[in-house]
């Protein structure tokens, strides 16, 4: 049986979180830098974010390799900062999960065991499972962590599910939300209709994870028929690795269009046209030009640049920024200051107490 989702953080979940997915800060000879990990925790909680994800792509799923063996201490260290900001009861705490099925429910397991509420189940690098397999998979990891599913794009090691996979997924207990992350609409419909036809319909929240769609993803209404009735679904909220930088204007941004929704206030035109600004920082930032071969690399580039890493360093050598990445994001910064929160980020430096 799985250890049962807290209340208040279901209510959270569903109402709709925004979730910043956290980097890894390394030392030059790659050991963790714990003093900036710590700070960059305590950077998103200051923020204003509704929880936090690590363990996940953007802590580079390199952190399980054995010459590492990263996973249990920066889950430990962000446990113990969320414990320390007094941030509630309520603020959602999410690990990461990979690896074939033994793997995945250690890692549960762990997660559970440091207080974490969610699992987010990654099913990368699993090419040689069938669906059912994955399926069977994810149950034995719902037996043990609240699961948080994840359509994985195939640019980063992801892969294309059959829509009988996503319903297959809807129905399993302890299934709270599917983060949505395939970078394709075709692909991101299968998740909707799937939940709108899944009997746990009102139980699953939808989360984009659409890094290249955020702001359409978080507007759009869904109206899927089912079983003759019409399902109405949204994406509540999102858990992204863009939401890792410039994060006090992404919480600033995320909650006037959840209020704007909720009265009816928003400009389409101005809506239309802050999509396109964000999707083009989001090019820069996840190196599209490259087929996203510097899309953490992107993340730490802007947080060095703003004195929350020492550097871009990564477990994977071939994790860097690409030619041209830096010179892009130059670009969408200075044509898109709006959305940059250099100045806060300067007086969180200076006032953090640690």
């Given at each position: 049986?799985?250890?049962?989702?807290?209340?208040e953080?279901?209510?959270?979940?569903?109402e709709g979180?925004?979730i910043?997915?956290?980097?890894?800060?390394?030392?030059?000879?790659?050991?963790?830098?714990?003093?900036s990990?710590r700070?960059?925790?305590?950077y998103?909680?200051?923020?204003?974010?509704?929880?936090?994800?690590i363990?996940?792509h953007?802590?580079q799923?390199?952190?399980?390799?054995?010459?590492?063996?990263?996973?249990?201490?920066?889950?430990?260290?962000?446990?113990?900062?969320?414990?320390r900001?007094?941030?509630?009861?309520?603020?959602?705490?999410?690990?990461?999960?990979?690896?074939?099925?033994?793997?995945a429910?250690?890692?549960?397991?762990?997660?559970?065991?440091?207080?974490?509420?969610?699992g987010l189940?990654s099913m990368?690098?699993?090419?040689?499972?069938?669906?059912?397999?994955?399926i069977?998979?994810?149950?034995?990891?719902a037996?043990?962590?609240?699961?948080?599913g994840?359509?994985?794009?195939?640019?980063?090691?992801?892969?294309?599910?059959?829509?009988?996979?996503?319903?297959?997924?809807?129905?399993?207990?302890?299934?709270?939300a599917?983060?949505?992350?395939?970078f394709n609409?075709?692909?991101?419909?299968?998740?909707?209709?799937?939940?709108?036809?899944?009997?746990?319909?009102?139980?699953?929240?939808?989360?984009t994870?659409n890094?290249?769609?955020?702001?359409l993803d978080?507007?759009?209404?869904?109206?899927?028929?089912?079983?003759?009735r019409?399902v109405?679904?949204?994406?509540?909220g999102?858990l992204?690795?863009?939401?890792?930088?410039?994060?006090?204007?992404s919480?600033?941004?995320?909650?006037?269009i959840k209020?704007?929704?909720r009265?009816?206030s928003?400009?389409?035109e101005?809506?239309?046209?802050?999509?396109?600004?964000?999707?083009d920082?989001?090019?820069?930032?996840?190196?599209v030009?490259?087929?996203f071969?510097?899309?953490?690399s992107?993340?730490?580039?802007?947080l060095?640049?703003?004195?929350?890493?020492?550097?871009?360093?990564?477990l994977?050598?071939?994790?860097?920024?690409?030619?041209?990445?830096?010179?892009e994001?130059?670009r969408?910064?200075?044509?898109?200051?709006?959305w940059?929160d250099?100045?806060?980020?300067k007086l969180f430096?200076?006032?953090?107490?640690?």
């Amino acid at each position: 049986m799985a250890e049962t989702i807290k209340k208040e953080v279901l209510t959270r979940l569903k109402e709709g979180g925004f979730i910043p997915a956290h980097p890894l800060a390394l030392n030059e000879d790659l050991t963790i830098d714990e003093a900036s990990q710590r700070r960059l925790t305590r950077y998103y909680i200051s923020c204003g974010v509704d929880g936090i994800a690590i363990g996940v792509h953007t802590t580079q799923f390199e952190i399980r390799d054995p010459e590492y063996s990263y996973f249990e201490r920066v889950l430990a260290i962000a446990a113990d900062e969320i414990a320390r900001s007094g941030a509630g009861s309520s603020f959602i705490k999410v690990a990461g999960i990979c690896g074939p099925v033994q793997q995945a429910v250690k890692e549960a397991e762990i997660a559970v065991s440091l207080g974490y509420d969610l699992g987010l189940l990654s099913m990368g690098g699993l090419d040689n499972l069938s669906e059912d397999e994955l399926i069977a998979r994810a149950k034995a990891v719902a037996r043990v962590i609240p699961v948080f599913g994840f359509y994985l794009q195939p640019s980063v090691e992801g892969r294309v599910f059959s829509y009988s996979f996503w319903e297959e997924f809807c129905k399993i207990d302890h299934i709270y939300a599917i983060k949505a992350a395939p970078f394709n609409r075709y692909y991101t419909l299968d998740v909707i209709r799937a939940v709108c036809n899944s009997p746990r319909n009102n139980e699953i929240a939808l989360y984009t994870g659409n890094d290249d769609n955020i702001v359409l993803d978080l507007i759009t209404p869904y109206s899927i028929k089912a079983d003759n009735r019409l399902v109405e679904k949204r994406f509540a909220g999102g858990l992204l690795g863009h939401f890792a930088v410039w994060t006090k204007k992404s919480v600033e941004l995320f909650h006037f269009i959840k209020e704007g929704l909720r009265e009816n206030s928003l400009n389409h035109e101005e809506i239309l046209k802050i999509a396109g600004e964000i999707t083009d920082m989001n090019g820069a930032l996840f190196d599209v030009a490259n087929n996203f071969k510097g899309s953490i690399s992107g993340i730490h580039e802007i947080l060095r640049r703003q004195g929350l890493m020492k550097g871009t360093w990564c477990l994977n050598p071939r994790e860097q920024l690409s030619k041209g990445q830096s010179e892009e994001l130059d670009r969408v910064t200075s044509q898109y200051a709006r959305w940059t929160d250099d100045e806060y980020v300067k007086l969180f430096i200076v006032n953090d107490k640690g």
